[in-house]
């Protein structure tokens, strides 16, 4: 396990969450050329409404009018990240490993200096996440990402979507969990691309409590990540302030 921090930030809008990815990824390449040690971060936030257009992302699958998305709180935005068209908003639990795959395993043994096996992992903590609510989540071959069904409430839907970047082997971007989502923002868009299946959220498949969803699915990164986790989690009264001054400094520490 190596040695590694998760910053439980709370409500960012997107471009400046992917700012403080930029961030730290950029530490992480610094320490690698400089030959010490840099510790991986995992970035845990909600996004305000927004459409983020990946790098192989079709424009004509935002399928409302830059007005209409407006007018309703949203915006869109064009990402780096690998992927289609997605939504991001409140009741969603998105994640952001910050990573050097070429010093990171898998508890068993098996090297992340692999993408399949780095989407794999971030597949697999997202499903034992579901599962710890009683949602049977899994995989549906070709279509990177997690989905529940097919079952009696109709065929495979989507619970969670994945987009990342690597550079040199350190990532960015990550992973996003419908939990209370707002699916009808989903139809301005063909979520991920993919025209013939729908989205759900945790809230639709199952009647558990869902508080500790954001921390079960810190844990499950951090385990199939290597990560040995020190958490600096929201302060009552002020969220997400207590974990944005750590980010701070640490990233104060490298400038």
């Given at each position: ?125 997202i499903i034992r996440t579901c599962a710890d609510v009683g ?28 987009g990342i970047r690597t550079s040199r082997w350190t990532t ?46 810190v844990g499950h990164l951090g385990e199939r990540l290597g ?29």
């Amino acid at each position: 396990m190596v040695g590694a921090d998760a910053f439980v930030l709370g409500r960012v809008s997107y471009r400046e969450a992917w700012a403080l990815q930029r961030a730290v990824q950029a530490d992480l390449l610094a320490a690698r050329r400089e030959e010490r040690d840099a510790r991986p971060a995992l970035l845990v936030v909600e996004h305000p409404p927004v459409f983020t257009l990946g790098a192989s992302g079709r424009t004509t699958h935002v399928t409302a009018s830059a007005a209409e998305i407006e007018a309703r709180g949203g915006e869109i935005v064009a990402s780096d990240r690998g992927g289609d068209v997605t939504f991001h908003g409140p009741g969603q639990v998105v994640a952001y490993p910050l990573l050097d795959l070429e010093r990171l395993a898998t508890p068993e043994g098996e090297t992340l200096r692999d993408l399949h096996r780095y989407l794999r992992e971030l597949e697999e903590a997202i499903i034992r996440t579901c599962a710890d609510v009683g949602v049977a989540a899994g995989r549906v071959d070709g279509r990177t990402g997690v989905w529940v069904g097919p079952d009696v409430r109709g065929p495979e839907r989507k619970v969670a979507a994945i987009g990342i970047r690597t550079s040199r082997w350190t990532t960015v971007h990550g992973l996003a969990l419908n939990v209370t989502t707002d699916l009808s923002w989903f139809g301005l868009i063909v979520p991920c691309g993919i025209a013939d299946r729908g989205v759900t959220r945790l809230a639709d498949e199952t009647d558990a409590d869902l508080s500790g969803v954001s921390d079960a699915l810190v844990g499950h990164l951090g385990e199939r990540l290597g990560l040995d986790l020190t958490v600096h989690a929201n302060d009552p009264g002020s969220p997400g302030q207590a974990a944005r001054a750590a980010l701070d400094a640490r990233l104060a520490a490298v400038a």
